[in-house]
């Protein structure tokens, strides 16, 4: 068996599409959806990904705004920018990226972005509506998952989906988005005793740990949705996702690769909670993914 892969740059390129015409719809409407993106210190990788979305933003014909701030910046100062983006019409989603500098309360700053315009979905309100199962915004890395595997397919209803990881940004908001689909969830962590043992048994597996192979071909069930989450890079410089590709292609039926997989969704996902937020401050209708 090889997998069939689950193209995510492919899907990202569809959703975007859709995206624009509900943006356009906005403009014709008087509103261009805004997003705001605050960026505290000299972290590199931040910086490309601030400069992404930016960019994703325009392709599309939103508009966005990059605030920038040394790292030796105040959280008061930071905050005092939240306030203001809060106030204003022309902002509906508002993100802050991530890490902050040390000196920062991360919590405090991400619970200061109003609910209405919290795009990433990581406010403690945003999480709440996720957990009771009427979710405004969702967190967009394990969204992107959801859409891939509804592109796909890929049934969730009634199947043993595993999540290795348990953060908040990935692996406890997917476990409550397959709940929602009625799969039978399973959560493993760095603790969880014979990993294997659960891995083999899943349907749909999701791996976000952050740790290079963590999951090979003999861990996974034969024909189970495999979607890899990670992005490390090695010490020649490659790119690779926490499943060892090459083995697990051998036994899975559905593979996302790395790249080309779920990065791309992430910040598609972004633009789409954008949009949904201006079409709901306008008042008009708005479809979820």
């Not at 997003?35 to 601030?50: F, H, M």
């Not at 795009?119 to 967009?140: I, R, W, Y």
Request: glycine share 10%; with cysteine; net charge neutral.
């Amino acid at each position: 068996m090889t997998a069939a892969i689950m193209d995510g740059l492919a899907v990202s390129k569809e959703t975007r599409a859709r995206l624009q015409g509900r943006v356009e719809a906005l403009r014709c409407a008087g509103t261009t959806p805004g997003l705001a993106v605050l960026i505290v210190g000299e972290n590199p990788a931040s910086k490309v990904y601030v400069r992404n979305k930016a960019k994703a933003c325009g392709e599309i014909g939103m508009h966005s705004e990059i605030h920038e701030y040394p790292g030796d910046a105040t959280e008061a100062t930071v905050l005092a920018k939240i306030a203001e983006l809060n106030a204003d019409p022309r902002i509906h989603g508002i993100l802050v990226q991530l890490p902050l500098p040390k000196h920062f309360d991360v919590d405090n700053v991400l619970e200061t972005i109003s609910p209405h315009k919290d795009v990433d979905g990581f406010h403690k309100e945003s999480l709440g509506a996720l957990m009771s199962g009427n979710p405004t915004f969702q967190p967009c890395t394990p969204h992107g998952v959801m859409v891939i595997l509804d592109h796909y397919g890929i049934p969730l209803a009634g199947v043993d989906a595993v999540v290795v990881g348990r953060s908040n940004i990935v692996g406890k908001p997917q476990a409550l988005m397959l709940l929602a689909r009625d799969a039978t969830v399973t959560i493993c962590t760095s603790k969880t005793k014979d990993l294997a043992a659960h891995t083999r048994r899943a349907d749909v597996l999701v791996v976000a740990v952050g740790r290079p192979g963590v999951v090979t071909g003999d861990m996974i069930k034969p024909g189970a949705a495999v979607v890899d989450v990670g992005i490390n890079r090695t010490a020649e410089g490659k790119l690779v996702g926490d499943v060892d590709f090459e083995s697990a292609k051998q036994v899975a039926g559905w593979l996302t690769p790395v790249p080309g997989g779920v990065g791309p969704m992430t910040i598609t996902m972004l633009l789409a909670n954008t949009v949904r937020s201006a079409e709901l401050a306008a008042g008009l209708p708005s479809p979820k993914f």
